[in-house]
């Protein structure tokens, strides 16, 4: 690394000549850069960690793991007092008896990511980040932690840069009000207890491309108009629902802005499609994204009776994709002769 191939701090270039000191000039600041983060950014000595190991990643940046963390005072010294500025990641695992972080928890310190694996985490708000740590921060993992039953909705929109956000594992129970503005692309909330989403909850999320919720307590009543309202200019939406409640689909005013390009609705208990809700849905898909767009309905339960004849000849049929009757018949091979004594 040619960090560690340079001395700090660097001599002065003073007694050369113009031409090359303007060119050294140029080199020193470069150098000067990568030895910020060559010299600054290693490990301190382990006995200095408290509950924490330290590695240097794959670019030979400092990254710590922390297990068995009982409240923060543990940690606080290492981002205060040990010189850190730069640290790839900090992962923050096994440590049910930390419940919370002070404002500032983390001082100063550049991050690239944060996780919070199996700990007794019951909310996280902005204040814990000073603007430093927020502004670098790519990744947000909270998982697997059984008392975080609250998602404050200001903290994502304090990450300005933040393109990965996982929160799930956990007990989210409800999505409420409004999300305030934030440019996250990817959000994984799965595996939780949500059982209801506000009006326009996701509207916020101007660059949401893919969100996935499978595993939770979804109903197709609870998915009331504009809770699944999306907004931005992005080409794609990736949208997951599988393993919910959804036994009627998804009604097609759930939907306040995009469409979702990809619907997953594998595993809901669907018995019929109903020509209402899914009709109009593969109206909508198939105007905005054609061929290319698709609803995933795997491992439901289609009794393709009478009711289902409306498929045979609706023009986005092939949307429908993997919706097999409980006969073995698959819907995409449907035909008037299947209907014949409706």
């Known amino acids: ?73 543990e940690m606080e010294s290492i981002f205060t007092d040990l010189g850190l500025t730069y640290v790839s990641s900090v992962d923050i695992i096994s440590s049910p008896g930390l419940t919370d972080l002070p404002p500032l928890a983390f001082a100063d310190v550049k991050i690239d990511a944060i996780r919070f694996y199996n700990t007794g985490l019951i909310y996280l708000n902005k204040e814990v980040f000073s603007v430093v740590t927020a502004s670098g921060l790519q990744s947000l993992y909270i998982k697997y932690n059984s008392d975080f039953t609250t998602l404050e909705n200001d903290v994502l929109a304090f990450l300005p840069v933040l393109e990965t956000f996982y929160c799930s594992h956990n007990q989210l129970g409800s999505l409420s009000s409004v999300l305030e503005s934030t440019s996250v692309p990817y959000m994984d909330l799965g595996h939780n207890e949500i059982s209801s989403i506000s009006a326009n909850y996701f509207s916020g999320a101007q660059n949401l491309s893919q969100l996935l919720m499978p595993f939770n307590k979804l109903t197709t009543e609870s998915l009331g108009p504009e809770s699944l309202t999306f907004s931005g200019n ?12 959804l036994s009627e689909g998804v009604h097609p005013s759930a939907f306040g802005g995009r469409m979702a390009k990809e619907l997953i609705l594998s595993h809901n208990n669907i018995t019929t499609l109903n020509q209402e809700t899914f009709a109009a849905i593969l109206d909508q898909m198939f105007l ?14 289609l009794g393709c009776d009478c009711d289902m004849s409306w498929v045979v000849s609706h023009t986005a049929r092939g949307l429908l994709q993997q ?13 008037v002769q299947d209907f014949q004594n409706c």
């Not at 992005?234 to 409640?245: F, I, S, V």
């Not at 905005?288 to 339960?301: H, M």
């Not at 919706?323 to 035909?335: F, Y």
Request: negative net charge; glycine residues 8%.
């Open 1 to 73: 690394m040619l960090g560690d191939m340079v001395e700090c701090p660097i001599n002065s270039f003073s007694d050369q000549p113009y031409l090359i000191m303007s060119r050294m000039t140029k080199l020193h600041h470069t150098l000067l850069v990568v030895c910020t983060v060559g010299c600054m950014a290693v490990c301190p000595p382990s006995e200095d960690l408290g509950p924490c190991q330290c590695h240097e990643d794959s670019n030979g940046i400092p990254a710590l793991q922390c297990q068995d963390v009982t409240g923060w005072e």
């Open 323 to 335: 919706a097999e009757c409980t006969d073995g018949r698959l819907v995409s091979g449907l035909t």
């Open 288 to 301: 905005e994204y054609g061929s290319d767009a698709y609803i995933l309905l795997d491992s439901n339960e």
């Open 234 to 245: 992005e080409e794609d939406m990736y949208l997951d629902l599988a393993w919910n409640q």
